[in-house]
């Protein structure tokens, strides 16, 4: 299981999906949508983990998803 974080790259322009404790990231795209998808298909081959989407602006995770394995948190209701 593997978990990644989506984080807007200022230097480079553009959205990063990055394994966590990866030196650099799994793949680079134009929108988090592409980053969000693409973290998500790299989960989902790892048999399973979180998905953390972060704030643009000051990089505070805003969304978190979990994939392939039994949510530790799920909604109530």
């Known amino acids: 299981m593997a978990d990644y974080?989506?984080?807007?790259?200022?230097?480079?322009?553009?959205?990063g999906a990055k394994r966590e404790g990866a030196s650099r990231a799994s793949g680079?795209?134009?929108?988090?949508?592409?980053?969000?998808?693409?973290?998500?298909?790299?989960?989902?081959?790892?048999?399973?983990g979180e998905v953390r989407d972060h704030r643009k602006d000051n990089n505070q995770i805003r969304n978190t998803d979990t994939v392939g394995k039994k949510d530790p948190y799920p909604p109530k209701g």
């Open 5 to 15: 974080d989506v984080q807007f790259d200022k230097d480079k322009g553009d959205w």
């Open 28 to 48: 680079r795209f134009e929108t988090q949508a592409e980053a969000h998808a693409a973290a998500r298909a790299l989960a989902e081959n790892s048999g399973g």
